[in-house]
């Protein structure tokens, strides 16, 4: 059974700093990219952060030099260190692993943690 958990959201003050943690399990889980997504209200689920299965990362412009992404192929575990932290940034994050292969792309998803940025 495929599950994707994550944790360390919670309520921050501006300029302040959060570590988002998903732990993979029921995958292999070296051989997927990982992605952190967020959502905030009323707008549309958008990429924040990305690293791929040789380490390499990509962020959106919003986060670069704020967030870092980061694995542990040994734990499972995917991190997002977050910086800086603003009050756009206020969202439900979302992890996300994804394999392509051929044309087909197969993709786990988190349930999901609220992050807050507010004083």
């Known amino acids: 059974q495929v599950q994707l958990v994550e944790s360390g959201g919670g309520l921050v003050q501006p300029g302040g700093s959060l570590r988002l943690a998903c732990a993979a399990s029921?995958?292999?889980?070296?051989?997927?990219?990982m992605n952190w997504y967020r959502q905030a209200p009323g707008k549309e689920r958008e990429l924040a952060a990305h690293i791929s299965t040789d380490d390499s990362t990509n962020y959106a412009d919003s986060v670069k030099g704020r967030f870092t992404i980061s694995r542990d192929n040994a734990k499972n575990t995917v991190y997002l260190q977050m910086n800086s932290l603003k009050p756009e940034d206020t969202a439900v994050y979302y992890c996300n692993a994804a394999k392509w292969l051929f044309n087909n792309v197969y993709q786990y998803w988190g349930q999901g943690t609220q992050v807050t940025v507010s004083s």
């Open positions: 029921g995958f292999r889980f070296s051989s997927y990219a």
